[in-house]
Structures are given as structure tokens and as C-alpha cells.
Nanobody
Framework: QVHLVESGGGLVQAGGSLRLSCTAS?????????MGWFRQRPGKEPEGVAHIDNYGSAMYANSVKGRFTIDKDHAKNTLYLQMNDLKPEDSALYYC????????????????WGHGTQVNVSS
């Protein structure tokens, strides 16, 4: 059974940085899948944040473009989300997930995802 485990969340001041990690287990190789990150704030709908396809092409939500970077480490079988210049509105529970590029705009299209890691940005 595939498991995705996110880590790296925490509390940071506005303008700070965090790097989220997502490790896959259960015989799943992240490299061959389309992967992404989405986030959910209390009482809000899930929001796609970033996506990377199995060729390494990345896409971002407009709200994070220029501040966030998604990438993969084949050797560590890990997906990352580098988040810079964080803002209070970035505070959310962040999930990594498997899904097609369209899932960036429609998070309901994501399939397997982990339990999430909480990011809190103070002003």
C-alpha cells in the first residue's frame, strides 16, 4: 500500500522560508508520477499550489508563483516544496498528492495524498 508522508511544516514569521518534504513508501517511485501540493485553510476549499509532471515540468498557482518551487529528488524518492517570502495567507495544512496537471486548478482530481503538514505564518 502506498503511503505519502509530508513533513517540514511549522511556525514562521512573514517573509521567512520553509521547505516541505513528501516521502513515498510502499514501492512507489515518485519520479514516474505526476505529483503536486495542495493546501487547505479552515473552512475553505482545497487550493492547488504547485504541480510537477513526470518529465519535471512545473506549474504554480498565481498566488505562489515566484515564491514557491516544487522539485523531486530521485535518489531520496522525495518531493519538495520550497516556500520563500511566506505570507500570513499561506497558513494552511499542506498536502502532497498524486494527480494530473489539471489537478492544480481542480484539487478534487488529486488521487492519493498524505495526512498533511501544518504551516503557520505570523504577521
Amino acid at each position: 500500500q502506498v503511503h505519502l508522508v509530508e513533513s517540514g511544516g511549522g511556525l514562521v514569521q512573514a517573509g521567512g522560508s520553509l521547505r516541505l518534504s513528501c516521502t513515498a513508501s510502499g514501492g512507489w517511485t515518485i519520479d514516474i508520477y505526476h505529483m503536486g501540493w495542495f493546501r487547505q485553510r479552515p473552512g475553505k476549499e482545497p487550493e492547488g499550489v504547485a504541480h510537477i509532471d513526470n518529465y519535471g515540468s512545473a506549474m504554480y498557482a498565481n498566488s505562489v508563483k515566484g515564491r514557491f518551487t516544487i522539485d523531486k529528488d530521485h535518489a531520496k524518492n522525495t518531493l519538495y516544496l520550497q516556500m520563500n517570502d511566506l505570507k500570513p495567507e499561506d497558513s494552511a495544512l499542506y498536502y502532497c498528492a498524486e494527480g494530473p496537471p489539471v489537478a492544480l486548478g481542480r484539487p478534487c482530481q488529486f488521487g492519493t495524498w498524505g495526512h498533511g503538514t501544518q504551516v503557520n505564518v505570523s504577521s
